[in-house]
T-cell receptor
Framework: EAGVAQSPRYKIIEKRQSVAFWCNPI?????LYWYQQILGQGPKLLIQ????????DSQLPKDRFSAERLKGVDSTLKIQPAKLEDSAVYLC??????????FGAGTRLSVL | AQSVTQLDSQVPVFEEAPVELRCNYS??????LFWYVQYPNQGLQLLLK??????LVESINGFEAEFNKSQTSFHLRKPSVHISDTAEYFC???????????FGTGTRLTVIP
């Protein structure tokens, strides 16, 4: 069974630039999550989708972060413009509704 | 509000020795508890979970954790560690099944040959 796919694995940008991350969840998983994991901290939920609707985006910095899941499958997380403090690993996870979350390998973002 | 405290940021232990990784939580409602493991350059993998029933839960690779409601703890233990257990371990709590996970800051377990 294919797992959660994320790309790119690494990204280096300068502050004030834009960046986008892509996630392909496990087939059939209706729920998709984006987490931010800053070095030395645990993952923090940014946004949760169920199919193509947003369930929880209370911790998403909406002035610079946006996410979409237009067809209820793939998802894209964007940062525009990036700040130094956005340097982190961005993890995508998916699950059946109410079930265990499965995580991708993440995208490591460095903002210089 | 929920929170998770992992008291030890790093735990070095010799191969074949026992280990305990501590996790304490706070929650005002019913809790569901999880341990995830993260190997270098990989995503998080579920190690074990407590949703209901027996307070002692086990994983397939020899780890176990016990839900202690009075102590608000969910410590992870293994009687004999292997080199391959070297990884970061995260404790997480939820008040809605497997959704809405709040993670601790992680404990880096290093197994010394």
């Amino acid at each position: 069974e294919a797992g959660v796919a994320q790309s790119p694995r690494y990204k280096i940008i300068e502050k004030r630039q834009s960046v986008a991350f892509w996630c392909n969840p496990i087939s059939g998983h209706a729920t998709l999550y984006w987490y931010q994991q800053i070095l030395g901290q645990g993952p923090k939920l940014l946004i949760q989708f169920q199919n193509n609707g947003v369930v929880d985006d209370s911790q998403l910095p909406k002035d610079r972060f946006s996410a979409e899941r237009l067809k209820g499958v793939d998802s894209t997380l964007k940062i525009q413009p990036a700040k130094l403090e956005d340097s982190a690993v961005y993890l995508c996870a998916s699950s059946f509704i109410g079930d265990i979350q499965y995580f991708g390998a993440g995208t490591r973002l460095s903002v210089l | 509000a929920q929170s998770v405290t992992q008291l030890d940021s790093q735990v070095p232990v010799f191969e074949e020795a026992p280990v305990e990784l501590r996790c304490n939580y706070s929650s005002s409602v019913s809790v569901y508890l999880f341990w995830y493991v993260q190997y270098p350059n990989q995503g998080l993998q579920l190690l074990l979970k407590y949703l209901s029933g027996s307070t002692l839960v086990e994983s397939i690779n020899g780890f176990e954790a016990e839900f202690n409601k009075s102590q608000t703890s969910f410590h992870l233990r293994k009687p004999s560690v292997h080199i391959s257990d070297t990884a970061e371990y995260f404790c997480a709590v939820s008040d809605r099944g497997a959704n809405n996970l709040f993670f601790g800051t992680g404990t880096r377990l290093t197994v010394i040959p």
